[in-house]
């Protein structure tokens, strides 16, 4: 049982270039997010799954955009990466009514 | 806006002494709470969670207490190890989709 994946784990992108971060969970939840984590801050909410074939905007969605390919796995795609999405991916799942178990994260730097 | 936030950036203990590390809440309304242990490097890790109509809970040498009145919340670990060091943060709300994050409180464990 690894809980949640993801890949890669560091990236290194110029500015304008794209980029997509893969998640996946074997714990069965129905529910995926997508976080980033900026040094100083508590952790702010990209996009989430409620369930398969649902997606939904959080605090901070803008120059992002997900896909949940199906129950296990929900990706995050940069089309066109800025320096000011520099910062820390986790990705994490939950049950319906449950809290969030996240993933070992991803370092992503944009020159 | 709601907040999640937490009293104290860093914290130093003993080891073999009790940690108690704070949190305060804004949103009256929040009925959920978590706290996360976040090593260096590493994602948040689920230490323990508690519903509002708790008062206390526990779990292996951890206790979250809840006080809805004041709004605040803390962690307390019992006799501190060395590997309790690490950031410690608490998250809130009624929907873990809808989760506010504190920035967190580090606890340094000397031995």
């Known amino acids: 049982n690894a809980g949640v994946t993801q890949t890669p784990k560091f990236q290194v992108l110029k500015t304008g270039q794209s980029m997509t971060l893969q998640c996946a969970q074997d714990?069965?939840?129905?529910?995926m997010y997508w976080y980033r984590q900026d040094p100083g801050m508590g952790l702010r909410l990209i996009y989430y799954?409620?369930?398969?074939?649902?997606?939904d905007k959080g605090e901070v969605p803008n120059g992002y955009n997900v896909s949940r390919l199906n129950k296990r796995e929900f990706s995050l795609r940069l089309e066109s990466a800025a320096p000011s999405q520099t910062s820390v991916y986790f990705c994490?799942?939950?049950?319906?009514?449950?809290?969030?178990?996240f993933g070992p994260g991803t370092r992503l730097t944009v020159l | 806006g709601e907040s999640v936030g937490l009293h104290l950036p860093t914290l130093s203990v003993q080891e073999g002494d009790n940690s108690i590390i704070n949190c305060a809440y804004s949103n009256s309304a929040s009925d959920y709470f978590i706290w996360y242990k976040q090593e260096s490097g590493k994602g948040p890790q689920f230490i323990i969670d508690?519903?509002?109509?708790?008062d206390k809970r526990q779990g292996q040498r951890v206790t979250v207490l809840l006080n809805k009145t004041v709004k605040h919340l803390s962690l307390q670990i019992a006799a501190t190890q060395p590997g309790d060091s690490a950031v410690y943060f608490c998250?809130?709300?009624?929907?873990?989709?809808?989760?506010?994050f504190g920035s967190g409180t580090k606890l340094n464990v000397k031995p």
């Open positions: 994490a799942s939950s049950a319906s009514s449950g809290g969030g178990f």
């Open positions: 508690i519903r509002s109509n708790m």
């Open positions: 799954s409620a369930s398969e074939g649902t997606t």
């Open positions: 714990m069965n939840h129905n529910s």
């Open positions: 998250a809130g709300g009624n929907n873990f989709n809808k989760f506010y």
